[in-house]
């Protein structure tokens, strides 16, 4: 055999390996960005209908004559520029998850890359979930309970419509991925990273965890505390229900 033939046929080595993976990272951020870009590029005519419908439990709330207003000389351009791209983001993140799946996929075994539909849909699907739990329960009971807050104070209530982006945007993404617990666990578990006999061990830490997380990310009012930290209790409860069923052989046969 030549040396050349030899060159050819010499496995990569460590620097090739990493320039690979670095590449296809690069190419799964196109793809994954690209989705967004279309999918915005697509909505953007519609961004002040799209921010009304953000904004609907908050000018539902509202007393009369009250509004929201806008402080900032390009504020009432790039608001609602920015609640579109927020939109196509979740319109395009099945498409980002499976980018996501679909780079770690190589490193696992078989049995495991069965996983990455199932965790596609679902991952999406509890994401959704959380944040309509946001949308259609949270923000009523937060905004009427500062609206009555405010009623005794005579104080008028003219939200900024950045700030309540801002607030809209932190409360999404809280809930959505409070959601996402029981694909957490199952993946845990799955993986073999977490045997679920500990997981079901450290129960009254996560509870307690629960109620640390919601008390920073939510509004200093117990309402909108409770309802974060309630839900990631269940959830967590629900994942151990489900991760029953994935636990690895292995632990299978020591149980």
């Known amino acids: 055999m ?18 690979t993976h670095l590449v296809e990272l690069r190419d799964r951020i196109i793809k994954a960005s690209a989705a967004v ?29 009250a509004h929201m207003i806008v402080t900032d000389v390009t504020g009432s351009f790039f608001v609602p520029i920015k609640v579109t791209l927020m939109a196509a983001f979740v319109v395009a993140l099945p498409i980002v998850t499976y980018q996501i799946w679909a780079f770690i996929a190589p490193g696992l075994y078989q049995h495991e890359k069965k996983l990455i539909l199932p965790l596609v849909v679902s991952t999406y699907t509890l994401f959704l979930i959380g ?20 009623a005794p104070l005579g104080a008028d209530m003219s939200t900024d419509i950045d700030k309540y982006l801002s607030f809209a945007m932190t409360t999404f993404l809280a809930f959505g991925f409070t959601f996402e617990v029981p694909v957490v666990v199952v993946v845990l578990v799955r993986m073999g990273l977490v045997p679920l ?3 079901k061990e450290i129960r009254p830490y996560v509870i307690v965890g629960a109620f640390v997380i919601s008390a920073v990310v939510t509004p ?36």
């Open 2 to 19: 030549s040396d050349d033939q030899k060159q050819l046929n010499a496995p990569p080595t460590q620097e090739e390996t990493f320039f």
């Open 37 to 65: 870009l279309i999918v915005f590029v697509s909505m953007v005519y519609w961004a002040p209908d799209i921010f009304h419908l953000l904004a609907k439990p908050m000018l539902d709330v509202l007393p009369k004559g």
């Open 131 to 150: 944040m309509s739990f946001a949308y259609f329960l949270v923000f009523p009971t937060v905004f009427s309970f500062m609206v009555s807050y405010n």
């Open 197 to 199: 006999a500990k997981l």
């Open 220 to 255: 200093p009012d117990i309402m909108s505390q409770l309802l974060l930290a309630i839900p990631l209790c269940v959830l967590y409860e629900f994942g151990l229900l489900i991760a029953r069923f994935y636990v690895p052989k292995q632990e299978d046969a020591v149980s």
